[in-house]
Each structure stands twice: as C-alpha cells, then as structure tokens.
C-alpha cells in the first residue's frame, strides 16, 4: 500500500511536511495538500491517492469514483475561501496531471498527483501588452510567479507566505469537511 522511498506516500501518510503543515483526507482515499514546490504560489494545490499509485489504471474502483467529486468539492471550496483573505476572485481552477517522474534519469517512483491551480483576476494584471491573462495562465503557470508583475501577495517561494497557505488550508479543511459531511447525510 505504501513505499517507503516514495514522497507522495510520505506525504499522504504525515510523515513528511507540507506548505502549511496541514493534510486534508478526503473521500474515497483522496488526500490534498497545497504544492510545494518553487513554481508554486499560494492556493496551488496537491491532490493525491493516499495509497500508493501511480497512473489512473492504478486507481481502484473506490478511488475513481471519488475522484471527479472531490475534485469539483476542492474548487468549490477554494473559491469559497480565497476572497475572504484576498479581495480577489478565482476566475479558474485548472486540474493539471504530468507524469513528470517519468523523464527523471533514472526515472523517480513518485506517486501520481494532480495539480489544481487557481488563476484569480490579480494574477493576470500587470501583463505586457500582448499577453492576455488566459495565455498567460493557461500554458504558463509554471511561470507564473517568476514574472515580475505577479503579486507578491500569492508568492510562496522559499517559505515565503507560511501562515497564509496555513489560513487558506484551514479553511479548506473547515469547508471541505462540512461538505463532505452534508454529502454523507443526503446519501443516507
């Protein structure tokens, strides 16, 4: 169920930090965390199987099932949560799957993850002329933060952001929790 070199498995199981120090379980043995790595910025998040896999054939029949709700559940909540703290609002939430352990030399054992990545209005002012904010977005996010005109409000680079990301986890967990909770009673 769980390989102990992979982080994805530390990751799912608590055994190794996150951006935020906060691990959300969600239904059908579904884990989030918000990404941590150096492209990231604030409120791009980590969705992943808490067991070990690593494509979509991997899944089980319970993690599939789960996993279109959990995802539109995330964004609900995410849309929920940001314009309290931000005054801004999430105009998209890509839902983004690389295999990118695959083109690792030697190649990593990396648990699948999928990236959901908020584009709000902020994120898109500050632009050179010729790029319009969907371009820009869409087929660079993981440029995103590097550009110079990217508020420096969502920066999370180098630790950058801490209690934030721990503010927008919370009520991630807080929001994500109840709907979960109202889903369960409709079912019953």
Same mark, same amino acid.
């Given at each position: 169920?769980?390989?102990? =070199?992979?982080?994805?498995?530390? *990751?799912s199981q608590g055994l190794q930090a996150v951006r935020g120090n906060i691990i *959300? ?12 790595? =150096?492209? %990231? ?11 070990? @896999?690593?494509?979509?054939? =991997?899944?089980? /029949?319970?993690?599939? !099932? ?7 559940? *995330?964004?609900?909540? $995410? ?10 609002? *999430? ?15 030697? /190649? ?9 990545? /908020?584009?709000?209005?902020?994120? %898109?002012? %500050?632009?050179?002329? +010729? ?6 977005? !869409? ?8 550009? /110079?005109?990217?508020? =420096?409000?969502?920066?999370? @680079?180098? %630790? ?5 990301? @721990?503010?927008?986890?919370?009520? $991630?967990?807080?929001? $994500?929790?109840?709907?979960? @909770?109202? +889903? ?5």
């Amino acid at each position: 169920m769980y390989e102990s =070199d992979c982080r994805g498995c530390r *990751i799912s199981q608590g055994l190794q930090a996150v951006r935020g120090n906060i691990i *959300i379980e969600l239904d059908g043995d579904w884990v989030l965390n918000h990404y941590g790595g =150096d492209e %990231g910025f604030l409120g791009w998040l980590a969705l992943q199987p808490k067991f070990h @896999r690593m494509d979509f054939p =991997d899944l089980t /029949p319970k993690e599939l !099932a789960s996993l279109g709700g959990n995802i539109a559940r *995330i964004a609900k909540a $995410l849309r929920h949560c940001w314009p309290d703290r931000f005054a801004d609002l *999430i105009e998209r939430v890509y839902v983004v799957y690389f295999f990118e352990s695959a083109y690792d030399d030697p /190649p990593t054992d990396f648990h699948m993850h999928i990236h959901m990545i /908020p584009r709000s209005r902020k994120m %898109g002012e %500050g632009k050179s002329g +010729s790029e319009t904010p969907s371009a820009v977005a !869409a087929w660079k996010t993981s440029c995103l933060a590097s550009q /110079p005109w990217f508020p =420096d409000a969502y920066r999370t @680079r180098n %630790g950058a952001r801490e209690e934030e990301v @721990r503010e927008l986890m919370d009520c $991630l967990n807080l929001h $994500l929790a109840s709907q979960q @909770r109202s +889903s369960h009673r409709q079912c019953q």
